[in-house]
Structures are given as C-alpha cells and as structure tokens.
DNA sequence: ATTCTGACGTGGG
DNA sequence: CCCCACGCCAGAA
C-alpha cells in the first residue's frame, strides 16, 4: 500500500477532482511532494487510459491549457467532457482557470493518501 | 545496463 | 505579455 507506485498515487488525488473543477499537474505533483515530477503526474495520466475513473479531462497544465487533449480518443473529447461539466473551453484553454481551479493542497487533507 | 522521451514548471531575456 | 533553455524523474525501447 504504502509502495503505491507513483501513478497510483496520481489517480489518487485526480479521482478526488470534484466536478466541474480543474488542476495542474504540477498542484498534483507538489501535493504528492514531487513538485519535480509535474512530467511524470502527466505520465500517470497517460496510464490513466487503462482506468476509466480517472477524469484526467480535469487535470490541465499551469496554464489552463488542453495540452494532453491531443492524447484523448477524440481530438477534442477532452474539451467535449470539460465543456459537459459546465467549464468553459476556448482555445484549448480553460476560462476563469483561475476560479474553477482546484488545488489539492488546499482542499485535500494534509496527508492520508495511504489507505 | 544505457538512452530517450515526455499530458510540466520555473527562470531569464 | 511572449519566447527560449534547463531541470527533473519515472517508464519505455
């Protein structure tokens, strides 16, 4: 358990995403305290593919950007899902990021990923 | 074992 | 604000 190997602690956190909501790999990455491995979060995700639960449409970059939306089934599932939630999608970025961004950190307790 | 890549992030100009 | 270069680490070839 506690050997969670780091994708898994990944989906941890992205199934904990609440609707309608959205985070940064790299919100993940530092609440996994690897802030580092923001890459590997997105890694994780790419496995994800192989776990349905996982609303990785909801974990964007820094930016707000779709930037793994290329790697969806559909070219623009992702947004498609996210746009369903009720977030807006234009150009590939999320508007009002800013508001509909989800950190973790912040609303996750401090620790108890382990289960 | 080594090498490369990659759904990122930060810093500097 | 934009663009460029570096770092970082885990998994795949």
């Known amino acids: 358990m506690a050997e969670a190997g780091f994708f898994e602690k990944v989906y941890r956190v992205a199934v904990q995403i609440p609707y309608g909501r959205v985070t940064?790999?790299?919100a993940i990455a530092k609440y996994l305290g690897a802030a580092k491995s923001a890459?590997?979060?997105g890694?994780?995700?790419?496995?994800?593919g192989k776990h349905p639960s996982i609303p990785?449409?909801?974990?964007?970059n820094r930016k707000g950007?779709?930037?793994g939306k290329h790697h969806f089934k559909g070219t623009n599932l992702m947004q498609q899902l996210l746009e369903s939630e009720g977030v807006?999608?234009?150009?590939?970025q999320v508007q009002n990021f800013e508001t509909l961004f989800w950190d973790p950190m912040l609303h996750l307790?401090?620790?108890e990923i382990e289960a």
């Open 24 to 26: 940064s790999y790299g």
């Open 39 to 41: 890459r590997m979060v």
């Open 43 to 48: 890694w994780a995700m790419n496995a994800s």
């Open 56 to 60: 990785a449409h909801r974990v964007v």
């Open 65 to 67: 950007l779709l930037t």
């Open 88 to 92: 807006e999608v234009l150009e590939n």
């Open 109 to 111: 307790p401090p620790f």
